[in-house]
């Protein structure tokens, strides 16, 4: 959803400041949920609490287009934020471990070339997709493949589980 600054405007209306507060909580949220990985991981495994914070965000993520207001989409972006970013050192510490030493600068070098190749494409589809179908079509769009995502990860990484 990278092109967020825009859809709130367009939206809502959303100035910038009204923005920039809602990014710096995020943040703030961002860094609560990565230091409660560890905590929620170790009662479900990484991989299960990993796939749950993605499945979680896809369904806050799916609620966002469908807010009435700015402080509603806030809400759900901020739950977003933070059940979505919890599995990122989660995702980061199952892959460490299932490269062998001598290939983990390679895959990692990788796996940040593929992140981004999508950081890169997602912004110009997405604003194709809010020109040419509705404002919302990236958001429902990318809450379905985040859902999808949640669903794959533990067929994909179950030999991974610590």
Same mark, same amino acid.
């Given at each position: 959803?990278?092109?967020?600054?825009?859809?709130?405007?367009?939206?809502?209306?959303? /100035?910038?400041?009204?923005?920039?507060? @809602?990014?710096? !909580?995020?943040? +703030?949220? %961002?860094? *609560? #949920?990565?230091?409660?990985?560890?905590?929620?991981?170790?009662?479900?495994?990484?991989?299960? /609490?990993?796939?749950?914070?993605?499945? @979680?965000?896809? !369904?806050?993520? +799916?609620? %966002?287009? *469908? #807010?009435?207001?700015?402080?509603?989409?806030?809400?759900?972006?901020?739950?977003?934020?933070?059940?979505?970013?919890?599995?990122?050192? @989660?995702?980061?510490?199952?892959?460490?471990?299932?490269?062998?030493?001598?290939?983990?600068?390679?895959?990692?070098?990788?796996?940040?070339?593929?992140?981004?190749?999508?950081?890169?494409?997602?912004?110009?589809?997405?604003?194709?997709?809010?020109?040419?179908?509705?404002?919302?079509?990236?958001?429902?769009?990318?809450?379905?493949?985040?859902?999808?995502?949640?669903?794959?990860?533990?067929?994909?990484?179950?030999?991974?589980?610590?």
């Amino acid at each position: 959803f990278g092109l967020f600054p825009y859809y709130v405007h367009s939206k809502f209306g959303v /100035s910038s400041g009204e923005l920039g507060s @809602l990014f710096f !909580l995020s943040n +703030f949220t %961002m860094a *609560l #949920s990565n230091g409660l990985a560890s905590m929620v991981s170790s009662k479900l495994g990484t991989i299960k /609490s990993a796939a749950l914070g993605i499945g @979680l965000s896809s !369904l806050f993520f +799916f609620l %966002m287009p *469908l #807010s009435p207001s700015f402080q509603i989409l806030a809400v759900f972006y901020l739950a977003r934020t933070a059940t979505r970013f919890m599995s990122d050192p @989660l995702l980061t510490s199952i892959f460490m471990r299932s490269v062998g030493k001598e290939e983990l600068s390679t895959a990692n070098s990788m796996r940040t070339i593929s992140m981004n190749l999508a950081g890169m494409f997602s912004p110009w589809l997405g604003g194709l997709l809010m020109e040419q179908v509705s404002l919302d079509a990236p958001a429902f769009i990318g809450a379905g493949l985040t859902l999808i995502l949640s669903l794959i990860y533990p067929l994909v990484l179950r030999d991974g589980e610590d």
